[in-house]
């Protein structure tokens, strides 16, 4: 999508933790039919992960979370803190804690148009009034390039830092496995289902979306892609 000509690298966001001059970086990708902004809604929204993701990512008591939407210049950042949470087992295992555990977790997004997102998921032990400032984070990247008005190349990555040794390298490699199945089979029906829904060629917000508290983040970085999009047009027009 969109023209060539004007593409121009420098435009590319940094994405620090995904230079391999100092972090193992494990990655994927996926083929997505869905217009690239739907992907972006889903990750914006991580309230999704007790839904979709019950049995892997997700836990209960991830919709009563601390939230926040923050815009700084283009970049928009959706925080979300759950306290008291109890892991799946299934994290409980791949991280190696004892089941049963309880830990305050944090899933914070930030938003780079037109979408390309770091994701910092971190956990601290209960009780602490500012987690972040203690925990331990691990970092996730979810690169949205719209190919169609209806489909995405969907790149994903993990990434540890090179002081962990060969334990770091392994973990990345693991993580994008272990990620790929839900990403595959649970999120991608879904934002497909959307697609299918919405049709082809309909404009989203002539469908009228029900927007709920949890859209929030999505919104906003839509209306901050909308913006990007008309002023570029109109650019474009005085430029003919
Ligand atoms: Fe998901």
Redesign the pocket.
Known sequence: MGDAERADETLIPCFERMAPDEWFVGKDYLHVLSNYQLDVD??MD?S??DY??SGT?GSPGSESAETEVRQEGDTVYSLRLVRNERLSPELEKRNGVEPGSRFDRWLDVRWEPPGVMELIVGRAPTGNPEPRNVGNAMYFFHLFTPESETTTHYWFAVSKHKSGGEAAKEAVSSDIQFLKK??ET??LP?LEAQQRTMGCDADFWELKPVLLSVDGPGVRARRVLDALIKAEQEAAEVGQ
Request: net charge negative; aromatic share 8%; glycine share 0%.
């Open positions: 889903n990750i991580l999704h992960i979709l993701h990512l839900p990403f649970e999120d879904m």
